[in-house]
């Protein structure tokens, strides 16, 4: 009926006693766990199909070499600026310390400018009042009134002056 096929057909073989329940039934001639040589293990392939395999330990991790980052322009500028901004505050520090005497003298003339328009400024209503009272002796004040007229747009002024 049919031609000789190159094939050996086969038909699946008991199950062995030591064969693992959870495994589906093997197609094929099964090999006993401890036939299997080192470094091969029963594998799952992402196809779901369960398969003996060779498995090499992982390699194990190259050193991390660093890799040099290029430094930002903002530390760049900083550290070029930073003996710059040292440099003018020494710089004021020093004159500073060269000024300080002619500093302090100021400010005393400063404080004694200050205490002299104060005492005038409290001084002097005090003496007008003494000068007031002083020259009065007795006289209440004195009251002056003026009477002015002129006569037309262009006319002399005449003009009398009362002291009561």
């Known amino acids: 009926m049919y031609p000789e096929t190159a094939y050996q057909i086969t038909t699946q073989s008991p199950r062995p006693a030591d064969y693992p329940p959870y495994l589906p039934a093997p197609e094929g001639r099964v090999m006993l766990p401890s036939e299997i040589p080192p470094g091969v293990q029963m594998v799952t392939l992402p196809g779901g199909i369960r398969t003996l395999a060779y498995t090499q330990p992982p390699a ?10 290029p430094i930002p322009a903002w530390a760049k500028t900083t550290a070029l600026l930073t003996p710059t901004i040292g440099g003018g505050i020494a710089a004021a520090g020093i004159g500073l310390s060269y000024a300080a005497p ?38 209440g004040t004195t009251h002056i009134t003026q009477n002015i007229t002129a006569s037309g747009m262009f006319g002399k002024a005449n003009g009398t002056i009362n002291h009561r």
Do not use: D
């Open 60 to 69: 194990p991790a190259a050193p991390v070499v660093p890799v040099s980052q």
């Open 102 to 139: 002619g500093l302090i003298a100021m400010s005393q003339a400063l404080w004694s400018a200050v205490a002299l328009i104060v005492a005038a400024a409290v001084g002097v209503p005090v003496l007008l009042r003494l000068g007031r009272v002083a020259t009065g002796t007795g006289r």
